[in-house]
């Protein structure tokens, strides 16, 4: 931006001194004045919609073992998180009596003459209390407290989160197995792993994702997606009662998988209060000044010469009509106050607000607005965005979401002395 309009004030100051000196002969003029509202537009294509998927990616930046996976052929943009909890292979042996013993890769033996009935060790055995198989450990956590750091106030709406689990598909052990798992502290009801089905997502090492729903099985769970961590434990035990036979206990291997089917669909957690969005840092670079200035006292004749400024950013799809789009600075406060009730920051905060319509973003900077940008109290002038939202806004992020053209309309004005 400053490179094209740097170029259009250079050249129109030299054609009209070169017009002014052929024109004026014997008397040159002791200064110009450059006025006027120049237009600059150029198409240009932009993935915005990868702006807004690097942000979740960013917001499950600490899960090294999870895979984000993009969704195709869906309407909405969608992702699938997939994350292997568990997967251990298993033998089988029996004691001197008889009894099973099961090992684990990483794990204890399990001895099951220590809690079955001793009576036959080749007919049925009852179990006599629960037994694990996999206890509770430290909770995995999904951080998705990150996301509140751009989602402010939203969550998404239709989240579906599943289990799926897998195992030898002759192993008869496997079908009687329960899993309970605890979601934030709070235990889901128990589901039986036989009732679910011996069914694999089917996601690992998938780049893409070609269907239009969740893969199909599994057991779901309510997990919430609400810019809050999510702490995700488990266990795996027999239930008191069930029925086992040495012919139950083959080798084999446990698969538990955790899959979230995600639209990125926003509602406003309380639709009340509203919500916003913030972009990221990094539109502009952060902590230079965006017209060019040194120091807060510099004078920078970018800034000296535009009186106003309006960006137009049209879109194929604007999902954000209605909305509030927020300009403001980045600059970090290091002008701090302290007195016996704390610190405070003494930094003007600056903001230009305009109603987003149509099918683009569009936002015009006054020449009051710029008169405050260019004081010494918004140096470094580092702008960002933010989009807020009223009350029981809805967003849906269109798997297509591309830019289709900038438009600059400068008013300038600058007096060259000659």
């Known amino acids: 931006m400053k490179k094209h309009l740097g170029l259009l004030i250079l050249l129109t100051a030299v054609l009209l001194l070169f017009f002014a000196c052929d024109f004026f002969e014997e008397r040159i003029p002791t200064a110009i004045r450059v006025k006027g509202s120049p237009e600059l537009r150029f198409g240009v294509t932009m993935d915005f919609g990868k702006l807004f998927t690097d942000m979740l990616e960013e917001g499950f930046n600490d899960m090294a073992e999870m895979d984000i996976i993009p969704c195709v052929n869906t309407e909405a943009q969608t992702f699938l998180i997939y994350m292997e909890l568990f997967n251990v292979a298993f033998t089988t042996s029996f004691d001197d009596d008889g009894n099973p013993i099961i090992s684990m890769d990483g794990m204890d033996d399990i001895l099951f003459g220590d809690w079955m009935d001793q009576v036959d060790p080749d007919g049925v055995h009852t179990l006599e209390e629960e037994k694990d ?83 199909a099985g599994g057991v779901e769970k309510d997990i919430p997606f609400d810019g809050n961590d999510v702490e995700v434990s488990f266990r795996l035990y027999f239930p008191e009662g069930t029925q086992l036979t040495s012919d139950d206990f083959t080798d084999g291997v446990i698969v538990i998988e955790l899959v979230v089917w995600l639209p990125l669909i926003l509602i406003p957690i309380d639709p009340q209060a509203g919500a916003q969005i913030t972009f990221p840092a990094g539109i502009f670079d952060a902590g230079k000044d965006l017209f060019g200035r040194s120091g807060p006292n510099d004078d920078s004749m970018m800034a000296d010469v535009i ?26 406060c290091d002008k701090i106050e302290c007195q016996e009730d704390g610190c405070v920051c003494v930094w003007e905060e600056f903001e230009i607000i305009n109603k987003l319509a149509g099918d683009a973003f569009s936002f015009r900077i006054t020449e009051s607005d710029m008169a405050k940008i260019n004081s010494p109290e918004q140096w470094p002038f580092t702008p960002n965005f933010k989009l807020r939202f009223g009350s029981n806004a809805e967003v849906v992020f269109p798997r297509e979401f591309k830019t289709r053209e900038f438009a600059f309309l400068v008013q300038i004005d600058y007096t060259m002395q000659l």
Do not use: H, R
């Open 307 to 332: 009186k106003s400024l309006y960006l137009e950013i049209g879109f194929n799809v604007n999902p954000f009509k209605g909305a509030d789009l927020v300009v403001y600075n980045m600059y970090t």
């Open 133 to 215: 198989i996999v206890e509770f450990e430290d909770p995995l956590v999904v951080p998705l407290s990150s996301l509140g750091d751009y989602l402010d106030g939203f969550k998404f709406k239709e989240p579906q989160t599943k289990l799926f689990f897998t195992g030898s598909a002759d192993n008869e052990i496997f079908d009687k197995l329960v899993i309970e798992v605890l979601i934030n502290g709070e235990l889901s009801p128990p589901a039986q792993i036989g009732d679910v089905g011996n069914l694999s997502s089917g996601l690992k090492g998938l780049e893409e994702y070609v269907g239009t729903t969740s893969p």
